[in-house]
T-cell receptor
Framework: EAGVAQSPRYKIIEKRQSVAFWCNPI?????LYWYQQILGQGPKLLIQFQNNGVVDDSQLPKDRFSAERLKGVDSTLKIQPAKLEDSAVYLC?????????????FGSGTRLTVV | GQQLNQSPQSMFIQEGEDVSMNCTSSSIFNTWLWYKQEPGEGPVLLIA?????ELTSNGRLTAQFGITRKDSFLNISASIPSDVGIYFCAGRNSGGSNYKLTFGKGTLLTVNP
């Protein structure tokens, strides 16, 4: 079974620029999550999708972050404009059922550096 | 929001030693999960716990769901060099419309051969 695919693996941008990350979940997984992991901390949920609908985006900084999951499969997370504090690893995860009873499967992440 | 306190922050041990780490919460969770993260990779699920008091093993790993539902611990027996990584606990509630995970800050494990 193919895992959760993310691209790019690394990205370096200047502050105030925009950036986009892409995620393709495991086939058949209806629930997709984007997490932000700042160095030295655990992942923090940004947004959760169930198919193509948003279930939870309470911790998404909506003034600069946006995400979509058209057609309920792959997803894009965008930051515009980026700030220095956005430097982090952005992890995408998916689960088969909404409750994620078997835990999530995470991708390898995109490491963003804002300079 | 919910806070998870994970300890210790880091451990440096000799190969063959046993390891114990724990996680405490300010509130109740219905599920506890333990993940391992290696450099440049996403977290990988090690053990999932669904009932208070549950004790579950996965090879040399054993985890328990505390009876108060506010804590969990992970033990690793007879550590080996490939156990190196960051171990995260995560708690989840099933209330409301989502089932998001709250992660601890992680325990960095270093194993000296």
């Amino acid at each position: 079974e193919a895992g959760v695919a993310q691209s790019p693996r690394y990205k370096i941008i200047e502050k105030r620029q925009s950036v986009a990350f892409w995620c393709n979940p495991i086939s058949g997984h209806a629930t997709l999550y984007w997490y932000q992991q700042i160095l030295g901390q655990g992942p923090k949920l940004l947004i959760q999708f169930q198919n193509n609908g948003v279930v939870d985006d309470s911790q998404l900084p909506k003034d600069r972050f946006s995400a979509e999951r058209l057609k309920g499969v792959d997803s894009t997370l965008k930051i515009q404009p980026a700030k220095l504090e956005d430097s982090a690893v952005y992890l995408c995860a998916s689960s088969f059922v909404r409750t994620g009873n078997y835990g999530y499967t995470f991708g390898s992440g995109t490491r963003l550096t804002v300079v | 929001g919910q806070q998870l306190n994970q300890s210790p922050q880091s451990m440096f041990i000799q190969e063959g030693e046993d390891v114990s780490m724990n996680c405490t919460s300010s509130s109740i969770f219905n599920t506890w999960l333990w993940y391992k993260q290696e450099p440049g990779e996403g977290p990988v699920l090690l053990i999932a716990l669904y009932k208070a008091g549950e004790l579950t093993s996965n090879g040399r790993l054993t985890a328990q769901f505390g009876i108060t539902r506010k804590d969990s611990f992970l033990n690793i027996s007879a550590s080996i060099p490939s156990d190196v990584g960051i171990y995260f606990c995560a708690g989840r509630n099933s209330g409301g419309s989502n089932y998001k995970l709250t992660f601890g800050k992680g325990t960095l494990l270093t194993v000296n051969p």
